[in-house]
């Protein structure tokens, strides 16, 4: 069984996404983490992740890279959202989410464009969202519960560029797949968010 999670930052996807692969024994993979890998490793060397070809350079990431903490920071998130653009990065990254997806006894994914390119074909495919200011509140309880300082203006405005440049990328931009289960999680809290999640995937299969 393939379950694609989509949705915009800090919509919830990736608690959601983690918490179904624990539910049906799945492996999953967090895509966001390949994309800041690409664009940690552009900033490691001092490149520009605007310019096509180093953004390209950097999907040679060392594995290693994937559990370095400084992924998880709000520049990373910025970093990897601009190198998330071009469509040479998205191919290079593509096999390796599409081998995982693939594996024997299926897989949970998370990202922006499962169920759309990744794995059209998944067996069941959400999209989780919530409004801008839900999901910056969460973000901003998380940054501070990692001892990054932003106000929660910043973290709404970064939030609105991100979710603009992810929607109107011409590679692969976040859009709702046809047939997706749309799950809302505005009013929902982290527990009431996975059953919701557990019951579309048990309804849907
Ligand atoms: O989900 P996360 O915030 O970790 O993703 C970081 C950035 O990587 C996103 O803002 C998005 O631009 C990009 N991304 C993407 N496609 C994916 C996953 C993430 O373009 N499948």
């Given at each position: 069984m393939i379950i694609a999670v989509d949705g915009p930052t800090a919509s919830g996807k990736g608690t959601i996404a983690k918490a179904l692969a624990k539910h049906f024994g799945l492996p999953h993979l967090d895509t966001g983490l390949l994309y800041r890998a690409v664009g940690y490793q552009v900033s490691l060397y001092d490149g520009d992740p605007d310019d096509p070809a180093e953004a390209l350079a950097a999907t040679?990431?060392?594995?290693?890279?994937?559990?370095?903490?400084?992924?998880?920071?709000e520049a990373t998130g910025g970093l990897a959202s601009r190198v998330s653009v071009h469509p040479g990065v998205r191919k290079a990254l593509l096999e390796r989410q599409q081998a995982f997806a693939g594996q024997p006894g299926g897989a949970v994914l998370d990202g922006?464009?499962?169920?759309?390119?990744?794995?059209?074909?998944?067996d069941v495919k959400l999209f989780v969202t919530a409004s801008v200011e839900a999901r910056a509140q969460r973000r901003w309880q998380e940054m501070r519960d990692r001892g990054e300082s932003h106000t929660l203006l910043e973290i709404e405005e970064d939030l609105r560029r991100r979710d603009e440049r992810d929607r109107n990328?011409?590679?692969?931009?976040?859009v709702v797949p046809d047939d997706a289960y749309v799950l809302d999680t505005?009013?929902?809290?982290k527990d009431a968010s996975i059953a919701a999640a557990i019951d579309a995937v048990l309804e849907a299969t």
């Open positions: 040679r990431f060392a594995d290693e890279l994937l559990g370095h903490p400084e992924l998880r920071s922006r464009d499962i169920g759309t390119v990744i794995a059209p074909n998944a990328r011409t590679a692969a931009p976040l505005t009013a929902l809290d």
